[in-house]
């Protein structure tokens, strides 16, 4: 059976009953001449990076093992196409164009991106308007200093400074705590925690690249996952599986399921969330400092609830705004120009995320019309439809990105370092990470080790 690329990213290919209903579709074994003299590898999660780790290596001929815990491919990026046409991206949603992985992928499996500027009302006691608020030129001439600071600094300063929370040290360098509330509005959106929690070195080293999400993939971030997985070459995957154990002897690589299955390659590359990596039996075992690592990352929350409304309550194109409301970040998420229901999102991060994911749909929605009328917006609300973020997280997949804490200083470089033939990859051991960019980097960096 063949299927135009179009057809193949409608159905619902991301799961075990999509793939198994398309006949001859198995992803993708294919020259059986070819397959003997093939070098195999298998990757831990089908995440984005594990899909393009597998991607990447297939391309060049290697056979691949994916296993993946959940029924679906994806991980933190998911998608639901609403009846009215706007995509919902209930886990990953921005990239920044200016971001070369991604981007060039973006470019290479045909997809297109739309722009998206966010520039936010602010609700912090008073009501301010987008591009009329910011922290105090006096705040960000000490974060300018702080920043330049950090890059300089040999590492075992930075480490001493790694054991201060972002929000302390800033606070002992002279910003107000009203500036620094402001900044929590801002970093927490990516975050999806409280600068307070966070290790000052990190945070400062953060902001020399800060992402600046301004573009969306047309279709939603899965159209991208959809297309890797259209593409991918010499590919097995084996799904609902969770790997529990990876020994490591004689060359070779041997990893078990909970099903109890036995698979064997030259190299395994991990892309398991951090909080993933101890719960799984090593042998040899992880070393001190990675387990250690993994132990301190801590991953944080991100609520996303997305109304469907027969009307708009805002008055400005690209509506959004922070709020100090229990909603905390609201926008105008539609997908679709021409659409008649208007989609407002809400994005609620940290202590916020327990508030929300406790509420019935009514208090969720309860939640933000009090934010609109902070914000001086329309208030009556006829809401069509709801959906939330809830359905993708689970044991195996994060509510959130991992985060750094006071005392986590080389965490990353630790947990990114090989054991033997095992690699390790995903957003927490990326650069830039918490995003698609630095999974992605993160997945071809783990390809050219093996
Ligand atoms: C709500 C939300 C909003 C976000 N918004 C953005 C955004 O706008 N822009 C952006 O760039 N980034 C955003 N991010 C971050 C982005 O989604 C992640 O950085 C990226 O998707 C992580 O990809 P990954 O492959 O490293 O991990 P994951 O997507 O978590 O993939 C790991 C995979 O491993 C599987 N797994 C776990 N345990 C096992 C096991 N034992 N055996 C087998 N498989 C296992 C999981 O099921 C999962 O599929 C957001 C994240 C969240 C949660």
Redesign the pocket.
């Given at each position: 059976m063949k299927l135009s690329r179009s057809e193949f990213i409608k159905l619902g290919i991301l799961t075990a009953a999509g793939i198994s209903g398309l006949p001859g579709m198995n992803l993708r074994a294919q020259d059986p001449s070819v397959q003997k003299a093939q070098k195999t590898v298998i990757v831990?999660?089908?995440?984005?990076?594990?899909?393009y780790a597998a991607y990447l290596l297939g391309k060049t001929g290697i056979k691949v093992k994916l296993?993946?815990?959940?029924d679906r491919?994806?991980?933190?990026?998911k998608t639901v196409v609403d009846p009215s046409g706007n995509s919902l991206?209930?886990?990953?949603?921005?990239?920044q164009a200016e971001h070369r992985t991604a981007k060039s992928l973006i470019r290479e499996l045909g997809l297109k991106t739309s722009d998206y500027e966010v520039q936010s009302d602010l609700f912090y006691g008073s009501y301010q308007k987008a591009g009329t608020w910011d922290i105090s030129p006096n705040s960000q001439e000490i974060l300018n200093k702080l920043i330049q600071m950090n890059a300089k600094i040999n590492s075992s300063q930075q480490q001493e400074l790694d054991r201060i929370s972002f929000y302390n040290f800033s606070i002992y360098q002279g910003m107000t705590p009203e500036d620094l509330g402001i900044l929590n509005f801002k970093y927490s959106l990516y975050y999806?925690d409280s600068l307070r929690s966070l290790s000052a070195q990190k945070v400062l080293s953060d902001l020399i690249n800060f992402?600046k999400?301004n573009t969306r993939v047309e279709g939603g971030?899965e159209s991208l996952v959809k297309a890797l997985v259209f593409s991918l070459e010499n590919t097995e995957t084996i799904f609902a599986?969770?790997?529990?154990s990876v020994f490591q002897g004689e060359g070779k690589v041997t990893v078990t399921?909970a099903s109890g299955k036995k698979l064997e390659a030259s190299a395994c590359i991990s892309?398991?969330?951090a909080n993933?990596l101890t719960?799984?039996q090593w042998d040899p075992g992880l070393d001190k400092e990675k387990k250690l690592s993994a132990l301190r990352i801590r991953y944080s929350r991100?609520?996303?609830t997305f109304l469907m409304l027969r009307e708009a309550p805002w008055t400005r194109e690209n509506f959004s705004a922070y709020s100090d409301s229990a909603a905390g970040f609201i926008y105008d998420a539609g997908t679709k120009s021409n659409s008649e229901d208007k989609v407002l999102g809400m994005i609620s991060t940290g202590d916020r995320y327990e508030v929300l994911s406790s509420s019935t749909d009514a208090m969720k929605v309860e939640y933000i019309r009090l934010a609109l009328e902070r914000l001086g917006q329309k208030k009556d609300l006829q809401v069509l439809r709801i959906q939330s973020?809830e359905n993708i997280?689970?044991k195996?997949?994060?509510?959130?990105?991992a985060t750094f804490p006071p005392g986590s200083y080389g965490s990353i470089i630790s947990l990114l370092k090989p054991m033997d033939r095992i690699f390790f990859?995903?957003?927490?051991t990326a650069e830039l990470?918490?995003?698609?960019?630095?999974?992605l980097a993160?997945a071809i960096r783990a390809v050219n080790q093996v």
């Open positions: 831990l999660g089908g995440g984005i990076a594990g899909l296993v993946e815990a959940t491919l994806g991980g933190r990026i991206d209930l886990g990953a949603e921005w990239i999806g992402p999400y971030m599986d969770p790997v529990i399921t892309t398991l969330p993933q719960s799984i991100i609520y996303k973020t997280q689970s195996y997949v994060p509510a959130g990105i990859a995903g957003e927490h990470n918490g995003t698609v960019e630095g999974a993160s």
